[in-house]
């Protein structure tokens, strides 16, 4: 399926996109309680049509000579959003963010297998492979570094509409200043978390340019999803 340039034909973009709203469907309508294994399954599927389609491990950022890289980029994403998170707590109008209701009642081994196993192996794994690796490569050999980023980003912005509907209900700080249940609210939460995840979306890839690797936004991912977990149960439980 690639082209005569080494781009990456359409077909394996189209096809990357419908495995993706499968699973978006599967994760946040149809099976919830299937999270792990979809998120797994799918990222496996999305690695193999990327690797079909022509792209090498190294144009998809997994290639051995920049693991050490992309791993020293990581160790420093991770201890950046630990510090951050620490500023955050220390400021009380910024605490209130961190009052999250859907660690309520749980266990630390519960946020722990959630943190350590379902956000790398689940959110991040799948994330990144669809997102830095394969569209991401898929896009820059056929049409050039900004187009990829560009791409990428609105896509994985794009991905968070569904999660977003309701994330504002959960959070106390983002329920207190938008109003719990205000239809307004919600489409206010959608759209700042559409904006914000493409944002991210285009830091992440940065990241991927900068380290040659997909280990480092896969890195700073975890950090921003599994240590902010960590930072939300410790505050309800004090």
């Known amino acids: 399926m690639a082209g005569d340039d080494g781009g990456v034909s359409v077909v394996v973009l189209v096809a990357v996109l419908a495995v993706l709203l499968l699973i978006n469907l599967l994760n946040h309508r149809w099976r919830t309680h299937w999270y792990l294994r979809t998120c797994v399954v799918g990222a496996a599927i999305i690695l193999a049509i990327g690797l079909a389609s022509g792209l090498s491990w190294d144009e998809l950022g997994l ?17 950046l959003v630990f510090a951050i998170y620490l500023i955050g707590l220390s400021i009380p109008s910024t605490r209130r963010f961190f ?74 700080g983002i329920a207190e200043s938008l109003g719990e249940r205000h239809e ?21 890839c940065m990241l991927r340019i900068w380290s040659d690797s997909l280990l480092a936004p896969m890195a700073f991912h975890w950090a921003i999803n599994g240590l902010g977990l960590f930072f939300v149960w410790w505050l309800r439980r004090r």
Do not use: Q
């Not at 000579?65 to 980029?73: E, F, H, M, N, P």
């Open 99 to 172: 009052e999250d209701d859907r660690l309520s009642g749980r266990t630390g081994s519960v946020v722990a297998k959630h943190a350590l196993v379902e956000v790398p192996l689940g959110t991040v794994l799948l994330e990144e492979t669809a997102f830095r690796a394969v569209i991401y490569a898929d896009v820059l050999l056929a049409s050039g570094t900004v187009m990829a980023v560009a791409v990428s980003s609105l896509v994985f912005g794009v991905w968070h509409v569904l999660p977003a509907i309701t994330w504002h209900e959960s959070n106390v």
């Open 63 to 79: 290639g051995r000579s920049s693991l050490l890289r992309g791993a020293l980029w990581g160790a420093g994403t991770i201890a």
């Open 184 to 204: 307004r609210a919600r489409g206010i939460v959608v759209l700042v978390s559409v904006v914000g995840t493409t944002v991210a979306g285009v830091i992440f």
